[in-house]
């Protein structure tokens, strides 16, 4: 057994439950991956998030050229060109919070970061991969092509929403490279 590890681990895992709860006070929400960056989309993106919990649709933008519009909020530590998706009429919108672009390394540490922000039409991107014969649910696969058109943050490509400078600053603080004076 190696004690000196699971004691490290122990004292690891007590300071993790602090920092956990501290931020579970701030959200309002369990610290799940999910809950933590429907939050911080909503904070960033004026997004009101649907109360009860509902796989397909997150919430809804409050403000800008896409108010009242519906929208499902993904995050994923890295980018490896996949996205859970639904086929439901009700979905408009998916705003796409990522990592680093690349295949994720077995037993490598998976820091939580925000490199990249993809939007992307749900109904334009469904019928896209339908006709490309691509199977549309967990896991779909999504050519490199549509998310770099679907990009908007930190190189937007044709946004469909033009963030403003806050919004920049606030993404900003989540890069796994942040700017020169952070």
């Given at each position: 057994?190696?004690?000196?590890?699971?004691?490290?681990?122990?004292?690891?895992?007590?300071?993790?439950?602090?920092?956990d709860?501290?931020?579970?006070?701030?959200?309002?929400?369990?610290?799940a991956?999910?809950?933590?960056?429907?939050?911080?989309?909503?904070?960033?993106?004026?997004?009101?998030?649907?109360?009860?919990?509902?796989?397909?649709?997150?919430?809804?933008?409050?403000?800008?050229?896409?108010?009242g519009?519906?929208?499902?909020?993904?995050?994923?530590?890295?980018?490896?060109?996949?996205l859970?998706?639904?086929?439901?009429?009700?979905?408009?919108?998916?705003?796409?919070?990522?990592?680093?672009?690349?295949?994720?390394?077995?037993?490598?540490?998976?820091?939580?970061?925000?490199?990249?922000?993809?939007?992307?039409?749900?109904?334009?991107?469904?019928?896209?991969?339908?006709?490309?014969?691509?199977?549309?649910?967990?896991?779909?696969?999504?050519?490199?092509?549509?998310?770099?058109?679907?990009?908007?943050?930190?190189?937007?490509?044709?946004?469909?929403?033009?963030?403003?400078?806050?919004?920049?600053?606030?993404?900003?603080?989540?890069?796994?490279?942040?700017?020169?004076?952070?």
């Amino acid at each position: 057994m190696d004690e000196a590890g699971l004691n490290s681990i122990a004292m690891l895992l007590r300071q993790r439950n602090d920092i956990d709860a501290r931020i579970a006070d701030i959200v309002g929400r369990p610290v799940a991956h999910g809950h933590l960056s429907d939050w911080i989309a909503a904070q960033i993106f004026h997004i009101e998030l649907e109360p009860s919990a509902n796989r397909t649709i997150d919430g809804w933008f409050r403000s800008g050229p896409l108010a009242g519009r519906t929208v499902n909020v993904k995050h994923y530590v890295r980018n490896e060109g996949l996205l859970d998706m639904t086929d439901s009429d009700e979905l408009e919108y998916y705003l796409v919070m990522t990592g680093p672009r690349g295949a994720a390394r077995s037993g490598t540490h998976r820091p939580w970061t925000i490199d990249h922000v993809h939007l992307f039409d749900a109904f334009e991107l469904t019928t896209a991969l339908r006709a490309h014969m691509r199977r549309i649910g967990v896991a779909t696969s999504v050519r490199a092509d549509h998310w770099k058109a679907a990009e908007i943050y930190p190189n937007p490509v044709k946004p469909l929403l033009r963030l403003t400078r806050d919004q920049t600053a606030a993404l900003d603080a989540f890069r796994s490279d942040p700017p020169p004076g952070w």
